[in-house]
């Protein structure tokens, strides 16, 4: 299907996001369930900042380092073995009901070598790819059917509220590192100047943000992570309410939506501008929140199946624009300022500003949820709007080739 690159070559690629995403997913979805099996329920909310927090730094400093000093193939390599090791610590202290301070401790550190793990991956997968319009959404899309096999293998072993989720967990990113030793060497342009200590940090990553299109996606995405946080957090629980116990396998819908758009992609890179595309999962992210609003079983089903159309649309032409836009040597940082404002910045003022939303909504009378869906759906309308006003997509492009630039 894809002949630009080996056939072996593609499926390398793929199997490095399938198990990736396999690896993420085999802890991070249990984590909740099994701090609550060993009497760590107050834990929970800072567990999980643990990963916002983690991606304010650690992806930017990795990435700085496979843009400066090292394959980011080797980099990978090493952060996989500390993130097996970090993990395995962390479920033992779970397991064996340490300090609280303790646990948190690993599961930051375990969070810290974890988080660059994704765009390093992407940095690695981009390299490689002849045409990243045509083949990165089928590639990505593997990443998804790992996560989902990932969550299907835990409940497979029993594992949802066992310390088994961790140490499986960590049995894959052992597989993650063992194998990069597959993957051909993907070496970092060598700088011949003295880095300065902002260099070394990843913070000279900043400096793409003074290109105005560039600005404008980075803040796009980071605002529509915002509202994203509030279906991750409350569309299980209204689920519940509404009759559908099975929240997980509801809730894959939207994961199923996403790998068809992914499918998707190329056909729409190669006769869309990018702007539009970007439109129209901002669109589909209005239209999701609206239909959940409504209420009833029908209308939040699919809600939910928009979910993965507006996930795609938005976050991964994000990563396919950066490819296109910034020079090689820049890619790994620029993937990682990605993650960090959306994981790190976006996220992490979803999950305490929906949270404070939902209080505030569940305080009134009536339909609680119509009000909450209802506002989240006008904060993506608003997101859309900035785009389309402050996104041009035309004139002088930031390190970028004009062979290899992206319709825009």
């Given at each position: 299907?894809?002949?630009?690159?080996?056939?072996?070559?593609?499926?390398?690629?793929?199997?490095?996001?399938?198990?990736?995403?396999?690896?993420?997913?085999?802890?991070?979805?249990?984590?909740?369930?099994?701090?609550?099996?060993?009497?760590?329920?107050?834990?929970?909310?800072?567990?999980?900042?643990?990963?916002?927090?983690?991606?304010?730094?650690?992806?930017?400093?990795?990435?700085?380092?496979?843009?400066?000093?090292?394959?980011p193939v080797?980099?990978?390599?090493?952060?996989?073995?500390?993130?097996?090791?970090?993990?395995?610590?962390?479920?033992?202290?779970?397991?064996?009901?340490?300090?609280?301070?303790?646990?948190?401790?690993?599961?930051?550190?375990?969070?810290?070598?974890?988080?660059?793990?994704?765009?390093?991956?992407?940095?690695?997968?981009?390299?490689?790819?002849?045409?990243?319009?045509?083949?990165?959404?089928?590639?990505?899309?593997?990443?998804?059917?790992?996560?989902?096999?990932?969550?299907?293998?835990?409940?497979?072993?029993?594992?949802?509220?066992?310390?088994?989720?961790?140490?499986?967990?960590?049995?894959?990113?052992?597989?993650?590192?063992a194998?990069?030793?597959?993957?051909?060497?993907?070496?970092a342009?060598?700088?011949?100047?003295?880095?300065?200590?902002?260099?070394?940090?990843?913070?000279?990553?900043?400096?793409?943000?003074?290109?105005?299109?560039?600005?404008?996606?980075?803040?796009?995405?980071?605002?529509?992570?915002?509202?994203?946080?509030g279906?991750?957090?409350?569309?299980?629980?209204?689920?519940?309410?509404?009759?559908?116990?099975?929240?997980?396998?509801?809730?894959?819908?939207?994961?199923?939506?996403?790998?068809?758009?992914?499918?998707s992609?190329?056909?729409?890179?190669a006769?869309w501008?990018l702007?539009?595309?970007?439109?129209?999962?901002?669109?589909?992210?209005?239209?999701?929140?609206?239909l959940?609003?409504?209420?009833?079983?029908?209308?939040?089903?699919?809600?939910v199946?928009?979910?993965?159309?507006?996930?795609?649309?938005?976050?991964?032409?994000?990563?396919?624009?950066?490819?296109?836009?910034i020079?090689?040597?820049?890619?790994?940082?620029g993937?990682?300022?990605?993650?960090?404002?959306?994981?790190?910045v976006?996220?992490?003022?979803?999950?305490?500003?929906?949270?404070?939303?939902?209080?505030?909504?569940?305080?009134?009378?009536?339909?609680?949820?119509?009000?909450?869906?209802?506002?989240?759906?006008?904060?993506?309308?608003?997101?859309?709007?900035?785009?389309?006003?402050?996104?041009?997509?035309?004139?002088?492009?930031?390190?970028a080739?004009s062979?290899?630039?992206?319709?825009?």
């Amino acid at each position: 299907m894809l002949r630009t690159i080996r056939r072996a070559e593609y499926a390398e690629l793929t199997a490095l996001f399938f198990i990736t995403g396999a690896a993420l997913a085999m802890w991070f979805v249990p984590l909740s369930n099994v701090l609550d099996a060993h009497g760590f329920q107050n834990l929970k909310p800072y567990a999980f900042a643990c990963s916002a927090l983690a991606a304010f730094v650690s992806p930017l400093i990795f990435g700085a380092m496979a843009d400066h000093h090292s394959s980011p193939v080797r980099v990978l390599r090493g952060l996989s073995l500390a993130t097996a090791v970090s993990m395995a610590l962390a479920t033992t202290a779970i397991k064996r009901h340490g300090n609280p301070w303790l646990v948190l401790g690993l599961i930051q550190l375990h969070a810290l070598c974890s988080s660059p793990a994704w765009s390093l991956s992407s940095t690695i997968v981009f390299a490689r790819l002849a045409d990243a319009k045509k083949e990165f959404g089928p590639i990505r899309a593997m990443a998804t059917l790992g996560w989902m096999a990932g969550c299907w293998l835990i409940s497979a072993l029993g594992a949802d509220t066992s310390a088994l989720a961790g140490y499986s967990a960590a049995g894959a990113w052992l597989g993650v590192c063992a194998f990069t030793f597959l993957l051909s060497a993907l070496e970092a342009p060598r700088s011949i100047v003295t880095l300065k200590w902002h260099q070394h940090l990843g913070l000279d990553a900043l400096t793409l943000l003074k290109n105005r299109d560039h600005r404008v996606v980075f803040m796009t995405t980071t605002l529509f992570c915002i509202p994203m946080a509030g279906f991750y957090l409350y569309a299980p629980p209204h689920l519940r309410e509404i009759g559908l116990t099975h929240t997980s396998a509801w809730m894959s819908l939207g994961q199923i939506t996403e790998i068809i758009a992914m499918f998707s992609l190329s056909a729409l890179l190669a006769n869309w501008r990018l702007k539009w595309i970007v439109a129209v999962g901002l669109a589909f992210g209005v239209l999701r929140f609206a239909l959940s609003a409504v209420g009833g079983p029908a209308w939040v089903i699919a809600g939910v199946l928009l979910h993965g159309c507006s996930y795609t649309l938005v976050l991964i032409t994000a990563q396919i624009y950066l490819d296109q836009r910034i020079e090689p040597a820049w890619r790994a940082r620029g993937q990682a300022l990605l993650m960090l404002v959306n994981s790190g910045v976006g996220s992490l003022i979803g999950y305490l500003g929906v949270g404070a939303w939902y209080q505030a909504c569940a305080r009134g009378d009536g339909n609680h949820w119509s009000l909450f869906w209802g506002g989240l759906s006008v904060t993506v309308a608003l997101v859309l709007i900035i785009f389309l006003t402050a996104y041009r997509g035309r004139g002088a492009h930031m390190g970028a080739s004009s062979a290899n630039s992206a319709r825009n």
